[in-house]
């Protein structure tokens, strides 16, 4: 399965909710995400641009927690990957199997996300810890299906949404902490 994504830093949320509503997106969930991203055990996954991500999520009252695996980005435009997701029943466990496998946490991010959703493209209204507010715009689609138009399917998303592409960042939130960092 391909993630095709497309990620644009913005200033204000409400007016991007008034234009999701607007735009005929409906507004679906609110939810506390947690990242915990690990190393490979025999490559550095920020030099082949790859991800092992565990998350939780908490809605308040329930939290889950899935394991992601991100391939590297497929096009220079996009945040389009691969994208291989198992849901888990334990994430505490995950996460200690992980590290007894030698996997080493590099970075937990931690972001606020309020879910839209339209036809096959869902908009995420992300804060994020430490970076502020962002929106990402997904589609997911099987390998063999046209990504170059699915990309510009998004873009034209983010131009109705009043979203100029030059705030687009093909920067993963990992990426961007990582680099307040240094």
């Known amino acids: 399965m391909l993630e095709i994504e497309i990620k644009a830093k913005i200033d204000d949320p ?5 234009a999701l509503i607007h735009n005929g997106f409906l507004a679906e969930k609110n939810l506390e995400e947690t990242d915990i991203y690990y190393n490979g ?4 996954f920020a030099k082949t641009d790859e991800a ?7 809605s308040g009252k329930t939290t889950s927690a899935a394991i992601t ?7 220079k435009i ?7 997701e198992v849901s888990l029943l334990d ?8 590290r ?8 937990t991010v931690k972001k606020q996300r309020q879910y839209y959703q339209k036809d096959k493209i869902t908009a995420c209204l992300d804060d994020v810890e430490g970076l502020g507010s962002y929106l990402e715009l997904e589609m997911l689609a099987e390998e063999k299906s046209n990504r170059d138009q699915a990309v510009a399917e998004l873009f034209a998303v983010l131009k109705a949404l009043g979203v100029a592409q030059t705030s687009c960042t093909r920067k993963s939130y990992l990426e961007m902490l990582l680099e307040k960092l240094d």
């Open 14 to 18: 409400l007016q991007i909710v008034d």
């Open 41 to 44: 055990i025999d490559r550095s």
């Open 52 to 58: 092992l991500r565990l998350r939780f999520t908490s």
């Open 69 to 75: 695996y991100k391939g590297p980005k497929l096009d």
């Open 78 to 84: 996009s945040q389009t990957r691969k994208e291989l």
């Open 91 to 98: 994430g505490p466990t995950m996460d200690a199997l992980l």
């Open 100 to 107: 007894e496998l030698g996997h080493t946490p590099v970075l």
